[in-house]
C-alpha cells in the first residue's frame, strides 16, 4: 500500500482482539474472536475513530477551522467527530436528523458535552442541509470542511485497510485463521476498507457486512456504492484491483423495521454478549450485527467448525438513549 496521505493520532491503536469462548459455547458454535473497535480510546471509542485520523488530517492540511458533518441524532459518528474537533481545536456543527428532544440522552448528550453547534434538520439526517449551511459559515469568514456522512470516502475506507493490516498481525501471532469477518455496514467505509485488506493479504476469508439500513448513500443503492468506494480506494493506494458486485458480501436480511428500530433480534444478541461475556454492543449497529451472526450460527450458515472475527465498531454509548426499548432483565 502506498500513499503519503496525513494522519491525526486520535486514538489508541492496536485495539485488543479477544476470543469469546463463553459466547461460543452457549451457542454450541463456532469459534467467536472479537476486534475491540469500540475500545479506540476517543470519545468512548468506535469505528470513526480510525476513519477520523486521515479526515481530520486532510481538514488540517486545507486550512479549516470548522468542520461539519451530518448524522441521525443517536449519530456515533457525530459523536467521535465531535471529540476529534475538540481535542484538534476545531469549531464542530453537527446536522442532525429529527427535532431536539426535551432531554439530551446518549450521542446527543456528549456531542453537547463537547459543545458543537447542533442544527436540526427533520427528515434530513444524511446530510442534506449542509449545502445551505457551509455558504452561511464562508460568509460569516469560517473556513468549513464538510464531513462526509458517516465519514465514508477514501481518508474512511485507508483507515481500514490498514485496520485489517492490524488486525492481520494480531491474527497471525494468535495464530489463527478467520473463516469470516462479521461486522455493521452502514455508510461504506468499514466494508469497502476491509475488503480491500483481505485482498491484499490474499485471505481465503469472507468479509460480511450486515445491512443495517434500508436506505442508500447519495442514490446510489448501498451496495454499489460500496463497490466504487473499495476501487477508488484501491486507486488511491496504488493497489490494482478491481472489485465488481460478486466480490461483495453484503447480508440485508436483519434490516427488520429498518433503521435504529430494535426488535428482537437486537434485544436478544445485547443480552447474550453482556451476559456471557460482560461485553456492551449498541442497540443500532452492532446488537443487528451479532443478532445476524448468532442467527447464521442457528441457521447453519456459519459451521461451527470456522472461526468468525466479529468486529466491534463501538456505538454503546446509544444504549442509554433506548432504554425503552431495552427492558432486559
Ligand atoms: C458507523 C458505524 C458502523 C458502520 O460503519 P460504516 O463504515 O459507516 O459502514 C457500524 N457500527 C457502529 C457502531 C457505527 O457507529
Request: net charge negative.
Amino acid at each position: 500500500m502506498t500513499h503519503n496521505l496525513p494522519k491525526a493520532s486520535l486514538g489508541y491503536f492496536p485495539t485488543p482482539l479477544i476470543e469469546l469462548s463463553r459466547l461460543s459455547a452457549k451457542l454450541n458454535g463456532p469459534k467467536i474472536y472479537m476486534k475491540r473497535d469500540d475500545n479506540t480510546g476517543l470519545a468512548l471509542g468506535g469505528n470513526k475513530t480510525r476513519k477520523l485520523e486521515y479526515i481530520m488530517a486532510d481538514a488540517l492540511a486545507k486550512g479549516a477551522d470548522t468542520v461539519i458533518t451530518a448524522g441521525a441524532i443517536q449519530s456515533n459518528h457525530c459523536r467521535q467527530t465531535a471529540g476529534a474537533a475538540a481535542s484538534l481545536g476545531l469549531e464542530c456543527h453537527l446536522v442532525l436528523g429529527g427535532q431536539a428532544p426535551k432531554q439530551a440522552q446518549g450521542n446527543l448528550l456528549l456531542d453537547q458535552i463537547y459543545g458543537c453547534h447542533i442544527h436540526w434538520a427533520g427528515a434530513n439526517r444524511k446530510g442534506e442541509d449542509i449545502p445551505a449551511l457551509v455558504e452561511q459559515l464562508t460568509a460569516k469568514g469560517k473556513k468549513p470542511y464538510v464531513i462526509p456522512y458517516g465519514g465514508s470516502n477514501e481518508h474512511g475506507a485507508i483507515a481500514f485497510v490498514e485496520a485489517y493490516k492490524e488486525m492481520e498481525s494480531q491474527r497471525e501471532a494468535m495464530d489463527v485463521t478467520f473463516s469470516h469477518i462479521v461486522f455493521a455496514s452502514s455508510s461504506g467505509a468499514t466494508h469497502a476498507g476491509l475488503m480491500l485488506g483481505n485482498k491484499m493479504f490474499d485471505n481465503d476469508c469472507q468479509i460480511v457486512g450486515i445491512n443495517i439500513d434500508k436506505g442508500e448513500m447519495d442514490k446510489v443503492p448501498f451496495d454499489e456504492h460500496i463497490v466504487s468506494l473499495a476501487n477508488s480506494t484501491a486507486q488511491l493506494i496504488a493497489a490494482d484491483y478491481q472489485f465488481t458486485a460478486d466480490d461483495l458480501i453484503l447480508n440485508s436480511d436483519y434490516v427488520g423495521d429498518g433503521y435504529g428500530v430494535i426488535g428482537v433480534l437486537e434485544k436478544e444478541a445485547i443480552a447474550l454478549t453482556a451476559q456471557n461475556e460482560g461485553i456492551l454492543l449498541d442497540p443500532v449497529y452492532t446488537g443487528r450485527a451479532m443478532g445476524g451472526l448468532i442467527d447464521m450460527i442457528r441457521t447453519g450458515q456459519i459451521k461451527a467448525t470456522d472461526n468468525v472475527l466479529f468486529w466491534h465498531t463501538g456505538g454503546a454509548p446509544a444504549l442509554f438513549a433506548y432504554a425503552d426499548d431495552l427492558d432486559i432483565r
